[in-house]
């Protein structure tokens, strides 16, 4: 099993009980010491859990992000996020900044980006995705 990076999506679903996803955190954890996730996705699930004043929920993520990894945006992974952006923009795809964002850093810290938005990433031929709901 590769190293990876979890995406907003599956996290969500991770903590939505989603029975498939949640076999595969196990899995990944017999190998692996934490998930890791980027500051992007503490960003959007926090963001998405105050909107919905949702505070139990709150605490039960604060303590998932406190017992794995945290990865942040770096010069070198913005960077990359702009190349990614220049070039699909050429061939006339526009995809999220957040999306952007985290792929950057996938591709800067060499980790595979678990997502189930696919159709999202499949334009960027640096990145490896794969999907835990499958």
């Known amino acids: 099993m590769k190293k990876t990076f979890v995406d907003t ?9 989603d029975l ?9 954890l017999k190998e692996f010491d934490q ?3 980027s500051i ?11 909107f919905k004043d949702a505070n139990k929920q709150i605490q039960s993520f604060e303590q998932f992000a406190m017992n ?8 070198s992974s913005a960077r990359i996020a702009g190349d990614i952006y220049a070039d699909l923009r050429r061939q006339g795809i526009t995809i999220g900044t957040s999306d952007l964002l985290i792929a950057g850093i996938a ?20 990145l490896t995705i794969e999907n835990w709901r499958k």
């Open 20 to 28: 498939k996803v949640e076999q595969r955190f196990r899995d990944y």
């Open 107 to 126: 591709i800067e810290k060499g980790l595979t980006l678990v997502t189930n938005n696919e159709k999202h990433y499949e334009n960027i031929s640096k």
């Open 35 to 37: 998930i890791n996730i």
């Open 40 to 50: 992007v996705t503490y960003f959007e699930i926090l963001g998405g859990l105050k």
């Open 9 to 17: 999506d599956i996290l969500s679903f991770y903590f939505k009980g």
């Open 68 to 75: 794995n990894s945290i990865i942040y945006v770096t010069e």
